[in-house]
């Protein structure tokens, strides 16, 4: 798993206050997780800060799943 | 109470079925009644943050511990994840909330139970110290990184959401917000909308959470809080001393289960006593400093003794608002005066002696005190009366606790903005 992978994870873990062992790639946050609308902007904030990227709303609306933020995050620290 | 006295027959009346505290005496019923009446207290040097800075050190915080002992484990009553959800003042309700609800046994199985049972928790201040970090995000020109919990963890009336939700009540939903009279003004309108037919059962109270650097440097600046005694925390609050100079604020929630007597008595419910007084008032007169003479305090027990169709010397304990400052004096007068040739043989005492000010939880708490004081006989104590500063004929329970027969008792709550609110308690 890479870096990223990992850091995402984890703060999936601290803010939905899920078991690791759940927050698999596939997981979504809403339907899987337990989050709600409110959940999800919150991870949103947490990932733009801990990895300085911004993302914007159209693009945030598109991470439903783990897999969904970390690939989003790679792509925007190789561009 | 609502009606003219031709249909008093038809009233429905309401009863209190279940309650619950968490103050800085700790949580639990039974456990902040049996430390008040010994005589206890919940100061000390505030500990949450570090008050040097500010002129008042002295505050009571709801004590850490594990659960049971009377301590606050918080993850034992709010999940880890939603605690940041909220600020303190929602947590406290929902510590008290919980007790209550679980005391009166009510559990709604059908529906149409669930839409006959409301919340009304207000709070006078709500999420101060959430505000206050939040501010600071903004100012550091981090304003797209506030939390979306921000709103929804400082409003006053999620503590009634909160518990709706946690428990599936879908009736009346609402809040109350006057400052100090706070939590008597939730109580009182609750059992209102249960004599008109909104509902059968309401949880109502009022929750605080404001000893915090901001909620301090605000009482401060208005010169309201105690500050001679910042190394003696246990003598800071003296209602009605000569030495006494100002409130030391507390925080807490106090929350009853607020019950249509009919259907309390249908399911067998334990029934500690009966609301059969409210009476309110505006001073028309000042921001913070009462009128002459606390004559809109004297008007609200007025209209609250009216209510109750009783005679003011049914009335054998008054739980005064008595703050600890010059205003005390003022409530006092008023109450010499409701009971005329008859102050001889009232009790009158205040449990923010024990306990400090809860602003917008206080009056909820000192009603639950107050029933109490019914159910037991018992007058709880105003501590640190070792001189008073005007001589009166109502017994002021100085340092110790009386036996007394209390079959009807009065609670008094009075805030900023000149509003007053007073509520009566019988035993059923």
Not at chain 2, 40 to 68: C, K, M, Q, W, Y
Not at chain 2, 294 to 318: F, P
Request: hydrophobic share 40%; net charge negative; charged share 25%.
């Amino acid at each position: 798993m890479s870096e990223i992978a990992d850091k995402v994870k984890k703060i999936v873990v601290e803010h939905l206050g899920v078991e690791e062992s759940k927050v698999t790639p596939e997981a979504s946050f809403i339907d899987d997780l337990g989050a709600d609308s409110l959940d999800t902007v919150e991870l949103v904030m947490a990932f733009e800060e801990a990895f300085s990227v911004e993302i914007p709303e159209d693009a945030a609306e598109k991470i439903a799943t783990v897999k969904d933020a970390i690939d989003y995050i790679e792509k925007q620290k190789a561009a | 109470m609502i009606q003219s006295a031709g249909v008093a027959s038809e009233r429905r009346r309401v009863v209190v079925t279940g309650m619950g505290i968490v103050s800085p005496l700790g949580l639990g019923l039974e456990h902040n009644w049996s430390r008040l009446v010994a005589g206890e207290n919940g100061f000390g040097r505030i500990s949450s943050f570090d008050p040097s800075d500010l002129p008042a050190h002295v505050a009571g915080e709801v004590p850490a511990g594990p659960t049971g002992t009377g301590g606050l484990t918080l993850s034992d009553w709010v999940p880890v994840k939603d605690q940041k959800k909220m600020d303190r003042f929602i947590h406290l309700g929902l510590v008290a909330a919980t007790e209550a609800v679980e005391d009166s046994g009510w559990k709604p199985e059908t529906e149409e139970e669930r839409c006959r049972t409301g919340v009304m928790i207000g709070s006078g201040i709500g999420g101060l110290q959430t505000i206050y970090d939040a501010s600071i995000t903004v100012h550091e020109g981090r304003a797209r990184r506030l939390s979306p919990f921000f709103i929804p963890s400082a409003l006053i009336n999620l503590v009634s959401g909160h518990v709706s939700i946690k428990y599936g009540f879908k009736g009346p939903n609402h809040s109350v917000v006057t400052a100090c009279a706070t939590g008597v003004h939730a109580i009182g309108d609750a059992s209102r909308l249960i004599m008109l037919g909104d509902a059968d059962v309401m949880v109502a109270g009022g929750a605080e959470a404001a000893v915090c650097p901001l909620g301090i440097a605000g009482f401060s600046s208005a010169r309201a809080l105690s500050t001679a005694f910042n190394d003696t925390p246990e003598k800071a609050s003296r209602p009605w001393d000569r030495d006494r100079d100002g409130f030391v604020m507390g925080e807490g929630a106090g929350i009853v289960v607020l019950e249509e007597y009919e259907h309390a008595k249908a399911r067998g419910a334990k029934i500690y006593g009966e609301v059969v007084g409210y009476g309110m008032s505006g001073d028309a007169y000042h921001i913070t400093a009462p009128a002459e003479g606390h004559e809109g305090a004297y008007r609200a027990m007025q209209a609250a003794v009216r209510s109750a169709g009783i005679d003011v010397t049914d009335i054998g304990y008054v739980n005064a608002h008595g703050t600890s400052t010059m205003a005390d004096d003022l409530e006092l007068e008023a109450v010499e005066r409701l009971f005329g040739d008859a102050a001889g043989a009232v009790a009158m005492s205040s449990t923010k002696s024990a306990i400090g000010h809860l602003l917008g939880a206080a009056g909820a708490v000192e009603a639950i005190f107050s029933i109490l004081a019914i159910r037991d006989n018992v007058a709880p104590p105003t501590l640190n009366l070792d001189n008073p500063s005007r001589e009166s004929a109502i017994d002021r329970v100085a340092h110790e606790a009386q036996r007394r027969k209390i079959d009807v008792a009065l609670s008094n709550s009075f805030g900023f903005g000149g509003t007053n609110a007073s509520i009566i308690l019988r035993r059923v």
